[in-house]
């Protein structure tokens, strides 16, 4: 583990003379500092701070203006910092030896060569610089005019990106690199002695060009960009500051933090003065985003931590899960892992949590308990420093809230009435009531619950809920009478009857508005429902899950006798089946609905049709002239298609001409070529049914809404940059969990995976987004904490892309914990997770008619201070959501934008 360490080491004759250089590296202008000013510029030394009245939150140079005036590179005058001043040779210089930490090897200046003119104050930096070879006299004076002060000649471009590159070492890469062009359009400009070294200042990020891919080399360097110039140096050199240390956080309060740095701690106050930054960030963070056992540096400022940056956001622990055998004396564990026994010895340091991550002592361990034992990576003695319960056996009675019911792993999470948070499995044997009635399924139970509880071994053996309170149940249809009663069996087979709601919510999948005349009643095959009861046992709501009829398709009508209303069809394997039809049932003859009445004269020998059934009772049937499957071949010569149906079936197809119409969405011209084996596809027949007429290829895009045209059902959408119209008048549409919606509930911005036939946009369903802040990063999920508050994990299993502006990377290690995000599923199941950009301002006023922001703008030409905001608007101050009103004059925010739409504000 290494530290920096600052050591200055000055004689009491240059005491004087360096602490007015100190002063003016960066610091007020030359004018400040002549002859018999002594005085006056110490005392505005020694009462500098860190922050300065003209370093404006957000500025774009505030991380290294920050840190080097912490590890007292640069200091102010009289609290400003003059960031867009140019920058002298002797300011320069002075400031290149101060961060190398030379400061001990000052002489008085005499040996400053006469050939270049210096100010009294700079001429030992300059003797120094000299005699180090970060300059070269006879390269300086060459390159002075006649006439002109070496000295207070500002200093270029490509003149710092030389100093700069020797103050770090790396003369000879710059000398290798003098031959390889810079890649700049300006670059016959810039001079062929400093070519190599803006080569290498560019290749380590040091400096970029601007605008226009040029580099500017004679363009002068301003005191904010010299202090960015070396705080990005910083990251290749270890000058060994003593007040910079490094290492892993083991202690974090609000008001301090401890390190762990070459085998010893060190504490370090946190107050209103200390700072926030990450390693490969430029942009302030808060304190929140510390963590115990990360990497970090500290700048220490009379005991107090001026600069804090996180070196390595990941936890320098290690974590081994075994099962615990016995407590033993002494603060020794012994844990059964992976089949040995070991023994792990903790201190008075080691935190204890329970599975619920409540803090316990060890004494509360049990046996047979599986715990996690993280240990330290850091230190070489490898101590555990959490020991955490992952499963224990409990048996307890007690009451409480219901916060969680998890169907899947079979758990329900109750907060006690102490306020613990505790989760206990439950299985067949659980006996669970409401009201003194066993409850059909845990699925019952809503969160909020009051319930009181026994706990034997961890698994809940009764369960009652002592409250009233609104719950679903699950069940089968049987009966509606007078749209008052109905009647269904629960799940365990028993038959019940309920009182319906007089305004009681229909909800059936692919029926947009159904009534109670929708469902599907019947004593063997009624519909699969879920039920909402109010607490006082009244249905509220019915929503169909599943319905027990039967879709056949890919059937061939062999005769229809209308007398008996009785159909015989032979199916794909050449199997009769018989069914009987009746006035309810519906013909579908391409977009016409009819009724037997009219449509039994289309039932004709040899027509291909797909039937939905109850029994033996047809609900609805519809005349086939299209085909979905999967592409397998096709044959020129015989004029065949040939594709594979959802059954497993390969039904062979014929076609006229060279070839039928082939339609892929996007394309102007397609061909059969285009089409390939695997493909989905649609097969669209001619009117008589037994040619190809068109074969569409299948295929999903995802958009974001740009317009919607509701009138005629017209959509455009954008995606990967470009824009896209289709036509939904022939699509499902729904919304993120599946319900049907109609295009008026469609809305500009959002996102949306459609499905098109060919040309036919068939289904639209609107993609959840969700948006929040990183909260943990982990080799299969990511982990977002959303605007609700709640922590959400996403899986990495089909892959992940991370957008961050104009870059993309399939690497999730790109995001830290500092970043907020915008996650969406890709139409391939990948996780798509996009940075959002910010921007910190401070408030002017809200525009209420116009439902905008209006910051302090930064000066004339900033036009772009107006930011509208909407009900949708994540508003808050740390997890308190505020109103927009509340935002007064001169308030810090932080905006988060997803594109140019304002997502989050932020108050500081």
């Known amino acids: 583990m290494s530290s920096y360490k600052r050591t200055f080491r000055r004689s009491t004759k240059k005491a004087v003379s360096t602490m007015l250089v100190t002063a003016m590296v960066l610091g007020g202008g030359t004018a400040a500092f002549a002859d018999g000013d002594q005085t006056s510029t110490t005392t505005q030394t020694t009462a500098s701070s860190l922050i300065f009245s003209d370093v404006k939150d957000g500025f774009w140079a505030e991380k290294y203006i920050y840190k080097l005036a912490s590890e007292g590179i640069i200091l102010g005058d009289a609290g400003k910092f003059r960031p867009g001043d140019s920058v002298t040779q002797q300011e320069a210089v002075t400031m290149a030896i101060r961060f190398m930490n030379l400061d001990s090897k000052l002489g008085d200046g005499s040996a400053t060569p006469s050939t270049m003119e210096v100010g009294t104050y700079f001429k030992p930096y300059v003797e120094l610089a000299v005699n180090e070879n970060l300059i070269s006299e006879a390269e300086e004076v060459k390159a002075t005019a006649a006439g002109e002060s070496w000295g207070s000649k500002k200093a270029t471009r490509e003149w710092v990106a030389k100093l700069l590159v020797r103050a770090l070492g790396k003369d000879a890469e710059a000398k290798s ?391 015989m069809v032979v199916d794909s394997n050449e199997k009769i089946q018989a069914f009987t039809l009746d006035d309810d049932t519906e013909i579908i003859d391409d977009s016409d609905t009819l009724t037997l009445s009219k449509g039994k004269d289309l039932l004709s020998k040899g027509k291909k049709i797909s039937l939905t059934h109850l029994g033996d009772r047809v609900l609805s049937l519809e005349l086939i002239y299209k085909y979905e499957g999967t592409f397998v071949s096709y044959d020129k010569g015989d004029k065949e298609i040939t594709i594979e149906l959802a059954s497993g079936k390969e039904i062979t197809l014929s076609y006229d001409g060279s070839s039928p119409d082939i339609e892929v969405y996007g394309e102007s011209s397609p061909s059969l070529s285009d089409i390939e084996e695997g493909d989905p596809v649609t097969v669209i027949l001619s009117s008589n049914q037994n040619e190809v007429d068109t074969l569409a290829l299948n295929k999903t895009m995802q958009f974001k809404v740009d317009q919607i045209g509701g009138s005629n059902s017209r959509v455009r959408g954008i995606s990967d940059g470009e824009y896209y119209t289709f036509y939904v008048d022939k699509a499902k549409l729904l919304d993120d969990n599946g319900k049907v919606i109609d295009i008026y509930d469609l809305e500009e911005g959002q996102t949306v995976n459609v499905v098109f036939s060919g040309q036919t946009a068939t289904s639209l369903q609107v993609i959840n987004l969700t948006y929040g802040a990183v909260e943990s990063i982990g080799d299969s999920s990511l982990v977002v904490k959303d605007y609700s508050g709640e922590s959400q994990s996403f899986s990495l299993k089909n892959g992940v892309k991370v957008v961050r502006g104009t870059s993309e990377s399939k690497n999730i290690s790109s995001l830290t914990t500092s970043d907020r995000v915008e996650v969406r599923k890709a139409t391939d199941g990948s996780l798509v997770v996009t940075v959002l950009t910010k921007e910190e301002r401070k408030v002017s006023r809200y525009d209420a008619v116009n439902k905008e922001i209006i910051t302090l703008r930064a000066g004339l030409s900033d036009t772009n201070y107006r930011f509208p905001v909407s009900s949708d608007t994540y508003i808050h101050q740390g997890d308190t959501t505020i109103s927009v009103q509340s935002l007064q004059e001169n308030d810090k925010i932080v905006l988060y934008f997803d594109g140019d739409t304002v997502v989050e504000v932020e108050k500081q």
């Open 177 to 567: 690199a003098a031959g390889t062009s810079t890649g700049f359009a300006d670059q016959a400009n810039i001079s062929e002695a400093a070519r190599g070294y803006v080569n290498v200042a560019v290749q380590l990020e040091l400096t970029n060009g601007v605008e226009g891919n040029k580099f500017e080399p004679q363009g002068s360097v301003t005191r904010a960009q010299l202090a960015t110039f070396f705080g990005r140096g910083s990251e290749y050199v270890d000058p060994g500051y003593s007040t910079v240390s490094e290492g892993i956080v083991t202690g974090l309060t609000d008001d301090k933090i401890t390190l762990y740095v070459d085998g010893m701690t060190k504490s370090f106050v946190l107050d209103n003065r200390s700072v926030y930054f990450t390693k490969d960030s430029e942009t302030k963070i808060s304190k929140s985003n510390l963590r115990l056992y990360t990497k970090v540096m500290v700048v220490d400022k009379v005991g107090s931590a001026a600069y804090v940056e996180i070196r390595d956001p990941e936890l320098q622990l290690v974590s081994t899960e075994g099962t615990l055998l016995y407590t033993l004396s002494d603060n020794r564990l012994l844990l059964l892992v992976d089949d040995d026994s070991v023994t792990y010895t903790y201190d008075s340091s080691t935190k204890f949590i329970d599975q619920n991550g409540n803090e316990i002592s060890p004494e509360d361990l049990t046996k047979d308990s599986i715990v996690i034992v993280q240990r330290e990576t850091f230190s070489g003695l490898n101590k555990p420093v959490i020991i955490q319960v992952k499963s224990a056996n409990i048996n307890k009675s007690g009451s409480g809230t219901v916060e969680d019911v998890d169907l899947t792993d079979k758990t329900i999470s109750i907060q006690d009435d102490s306020g613990n948070m505790e989760t206990f499995g439950f299985d067949s044997s659980s006996i669970m009531l409401y009201q003194n009635e066993l409850l059909g399924s845990a699925g019952e139970i809503q969160e909020g619950a009051s319930v009181e509880y026994t706990v034997k071994n961890s698994v809940i053996t009764r369960l009652e809920i002592t409250e009233g309170m609104e719950r679903t149940v699950k069940g089968t249809l049987l009966s509606i009478e007078r749209d008052k009663l109905l009647s269904y069996t629960n799940t365990s087979g028993k038959a019940e009857i309920k009182s319906l709601d007089e305004d009681v919510e229909v909800i059936i999948d692919g029926i947009l508005n159904p009534t109670l005349d929708d469902l599907i009643t019947d004593v063997n095959g009624g519909d699969i429902v879920e039920l909402t009861l109010s607490p006082d046992d009244v249905i509220t709501k019915i929503e169909v899950t599943g319905r027990q009829t039967e879709e056949m398709t890919n059937l061939t009508v062999v005769s229809y006798d209308s007398k008996y209303q009785a159909l």
